[in-house]
C-alpha cells in the first residue's frame, strides 16, 4: 500500500502561485498513474489533474488547464501540481491520490488518498 502525503499548499493572493508536492511512501508508486483533486466545502472531489507513470502523459481539468502544471520525480517519489495565476475558485482542499482504474478523472478510479492540503486564494 502506498502512502501519500501532501503539502505546499497556503494562503495566496489571486494571480499568485503556489507549488504543491505529494511524497509517497511504503510500497513504489513509479509504476502507477497519480492524480490531483481538490474539494471546496460543501462542494463534491473533483479532478485537478493527472499524469501517467512516466510522466509522458498528463491530463487537466478545462477549469486549471494553461495555469496548472503536474509533473513528477519517481526517483524522488513525489508528485508535484506548479499551480499560477491562482483564482479565488481555486481555493479548495488539494488532494493526490494513486490511480488503480481505467479513468484518468473519476475520484472512483483512484486510491490511497493523501490527507489533503489548504489552498486558500484571496481576491
Known amino acids: 500500500q502506498v502512502q501519500l502525503v501532501e503539502s505546499g499548499g497556503g494562503l495566496v493572493q489571486a494571480g499568485g502561485s503556489l507549488r504543491l508536492s505529494c511524497a509517497a511512501s511504503g510500497r513504489s508508486f513509479s509504476g502507477y498513474g497519480m492524480g490531483w483533486f481538490r474539494q471546496a466545502p460543501g462542494k463534491e472531489r473533483e479532478f485537478v489533474a493527472a499524469i501517467n507513470w512516466s510522466g509522458g502523459s498528463t491530463y487537466y481539468a478545462d477549469s486549471v488547464k494553461g495555469r496548472f502544471t503536474i509533473s513528477r520525480d519517481n526517483a524522488k517519489n513525489t508528485v508535484y501540481l506548479q499551480m499560477n495565476r491562482l483564482k479565488p475558485e481555486d481555493t479548495a482542499v488539494y488532494f493526490c491520490?494513486?490511480?488503480?482504474?481505467?479513468?484518468?478523472?473519476?475520484?472512483?478510479?483512484?486510491?490511497?488518498w493523501g490527507q489533503g492540503t489548504q489552498v486558500t486564494v484571496s481576491s
Open positions: 491520490a494513486v490511480r488503480y482504474g481505467s479513468t484518468w478523472s473519476s475520484p472512483a478510479d483512484f486510491g490511497s
